[in-house]
């Protein structure tokens, strides 16, 4: 194996790196800077944005982002599984029907105990 079969990896990786590097420094320099109470006042996460690293959280907020980040990287084994299903045939059908009876039983279960409501 040569390192020729790893140019277009890498320069996927520079040209990624450049654009990202590039909107930042663009919106850094021409973006306006304008702060006031209303962008510093607490949005989503319920808490004061710059106090204090060790005030209490509530453990809500960690539950919603852990199910969010389980749920969303099961389905993440859809794709390549879509992609290959004509190569697996049966067998890896019935294996995905399997893990997915399992993903919505956890869904379930996580739906039933509460886990999703929010008061």
Same mark, same amino acid.
């Given at each position: 194996?040569?390192? @020729?079969?790893?140019?277009?990896?890498? #320069?996927?990786?520079?040209?990624?790196?450049?654009?990202?590097g590039g909107a930042m420094?663009?919106?850094?320099?021409?973006?306006?800077?304008?702060?006031?109470?209303?962008?510093?006042?607490?949005? @989503?996460?319920?808490? @004061?944005?710059?106090?204090d690293a060790r005030m209490?959280?509530?453990?809500?907020?960690?539950?919603?982002?852990?199910?969010?980040?389980?749920?969303? #990287?099961?389905?993440?084994?859809?794709?390549?599984?879509?992609?290959?299903?004509?190569?697996?045939?049966? !067998?890896? !059908?019935?294996?995905?029907?399997?893990?997915?009876?399992?993903?919505?039983?956890?869904?379930?279960?996580?739906?039933?105990?509460?886990?999703?409501?929010?008061?």
């Amino acid at each position: 194996m040569n390192l @020729e079969q790893y140019l277009p990896v890498l #320069l996927f990786i520079l040209v990624g790196i450049g654009v990202g590097g590039g909107a930042m420094a663009a919106g850094a320099v021409l973006g306006p800077s304008r702060p006031d109470p209303a962008k510093l006042s607490p949005y @989503e996460c319920g808490f @004061e944005a710059f106090e204090d690293a060790r005030m209490k959280f509530d453990v809500r907020y960690y539950l919603v982002a852990i199910l969010f980040i389980l749920f969303d #990287l099961e389905i993440a084994f859809l794709f390549p599984w879509a992609v290959s299903l004509d190569a697996i045939g049966f !067998f890896g !059908f019935m294996a995905m029907m399997i893990f997915l009876a399992i993903l919505v039983v956890g869904f379930v279960f996580e739906w039933m105990k509460g886990a999703l409501d929010w008061e």
